[in-house]
């Protein structure tokens, strides 16, 4: 008799053991997809590499990952930018003024505009996962004072 309760308890903590295993499995899965992280960029007036920029103007980031995109100086938005973005993706505006955050899902390159000083050159670009800048990017019509920030931006993706 005594043996048979012995055995009984023995396949219930068993059972229990494995239960606990199930869900310690289950949790174990969360760190993972929560892993992914938030850039913050400043939109600045005037910054290290002169007046109108994004701060930081490069970012190398994970797919899932998220950017929020804080005014810092007033007048300021995000926008994407009309043939630099990958294939099927759909683009993004800001509002002037408020803070905004987004995913970036799809591998690939991102380019990013304040739309009111596009005009001097106020963009970045934003790399996603494991991509190669496309050439179609650097045929796209961009105003003459985002020309040379846009080769800097293009030497750094390409290293
Ligand atoms: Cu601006």
């Known amino acids: 008799m005594m043996t048979l309760t012995t055995l009984t308890n023995a396949a219930a903590t068993t059972r229990l053991f ?28 005037r910054g290290e590499k002169g007046p109108m920029v994004f701060e930081p103007d490069f970012l190398e980031i994970a797919p899932g990952d998220r950017v929020r995109f804080v005014p810092t100086h007033k007048s300021h938005n995000a926008a994407t ?4 973005i990958p294939e099927s993706v759909e683009g993004f505006k800001s509002r002037i003024n408020d803070e905004f955050e987004t995913g970036f899902e799809k591998p690939g390159f991102y380019g990013i505009k304040c ?9 970045m670009l934003i790399k996603v996962g494991e ?3 496309p050439q179609s ?23």
């Open 18 to 45: 494995c239960a606990a295993a199930v869900i310690a499995v289950a949790f174990t899965g969360f760190p993972l997809q929560a892993s992914a992280e938030t850039f913050e960029v400043k939109m600045l007036s």
């Open 81 to 84: 930018i009309d043939g630099m």
């Open 115 to 123: 739309s009111p000083h596009y005009g001097m050159g106020m963009v």
């Open 131 to 133: 991509a190669t800048l």
């Open 137 to 159: 990017y650097r045929t796209v019509d961009v105003p003459g004072r985002a020309k040379p920030r846009f080769e800097d931006l293009f030497e750094q993706a390409e290293k």
